[in-house]
């Protein structure tokens, strides 16, 4: 059964800090997803990594994947509040389940002027 | 564009009823996917059409719960004898392929219904 684990779960910063939030996962999946979720709202998608190495950046978030070492990080820099939501990683295992989503448990992440 | 569309929004009913929820994908995608989101948990697939048909159906957790896509657009789920612990936010998400080839093929999420069983 594929696991796909967050950490942090919640994590409280403050504005203009650096941070990272890591993804690990059970399978040798090479398609994995960063998707944000505001309150009371849908997810909305953030990147898509395709294979080992990859690095995608947007604005001040910056994701990569090592499909060796099964991780994926999303690192936030210089923090505003606006980068306030709960953000999930999901994988595809394609080997087994094919296009399905496993998600991880969230990451809520809260910035503090 | 418009985005994948879910109606109703919230749904309120009491135990043992019937309910259904309705997804509108993205125009022109082939794939669609139906998952649960508890309070505080990420979403859990339920079921996955590829056209007309469900291609994956193993998340679905008991018979009570279906699913259809009659003509490869619009999909219902539908829950029979609903019970209290049926009450999530049920998200339908929509891609163009669903094909591993297809390159990123990002699953786009819709609204959610909030399903509220008293």
């Known amino acids: 059964e594929l696991k796909v684990e967050q950490n942090p779960l919640f994590l409280s910063m403050q504005e203009g800090k650096n941070y990272t939030i890591y993804c690990n996962y059970s399978?040798?999946?090479?398609?994995l997803y960063w998707y944000r979720q505001d309150p009371g709202k849908s997810l909305e998608s953030l990147f898509v990594?395709?294979?080992?190495?990859a690095v995608k950046q947007e604005g001040r978030l910056m994701a990569s994947l090592d499909t060796k070492a099964r991780l994926s990080t999303l690192h936030i820099t210089a923090a505003v509040h606006d980068l306030s939501a709960t953000y999930f990683c999901?994988?595809?295992?394609?080997?087994?389940?094919?296009?399905?989503?496993?998600f991880g448990e969230g990451t809520q992440l809260t910035v503090n002027p | 564009g418009a985005g994948v569309s879910q109606t109703p929004s919230n749904k309120v009913t009491e135990k043992g009823k019937y309910v259904e929820l309705r997804c509108d994908p993205i125009?022109?995608?082939?794939?669609l996917y139906w998952y649960r989101q508890s309070l505080g948990q990420g979403p859990e697939f339920l079921i996955y059409?590829?056209?007309?048909?469900?291609?994956?159906d193993s998340g679905l957790p008991n018979d009570r719960f279906f699913a259809v896509r009659p003509e490869g657009s619009v999909s219902t789920l539908k829950i029979q004898r609903t019970e209290r612990g049926d009450s999530a936010v049920y998200l339908c998400?929509?891609?163009?392929?669903?094909?591993?080839?297809?390159?990123?093929?990002?699953?786009?999420f819709g609204p959610g219904t909030r399903l509220t069983v008293l």
């Open positions: 998400a929509s891609s163009l392929t669903g094909f591993r080839l297809a390159g990123e093929d990002t699953q786009y």
């Open positions: 399978t040798t999946s090479d398609r």
């Open positions: 990594l395709l294979s080992n190495g």
């Open positions: 999901a994988v595809a295992d394609w080997e087994t389940s094919g296009s399905r989503l496993t």
């Open positions: 125009s022109g995608h082939t794939a």
């Open positions: 059409f590829q056209g007309t048909g469900a291609a994956d």
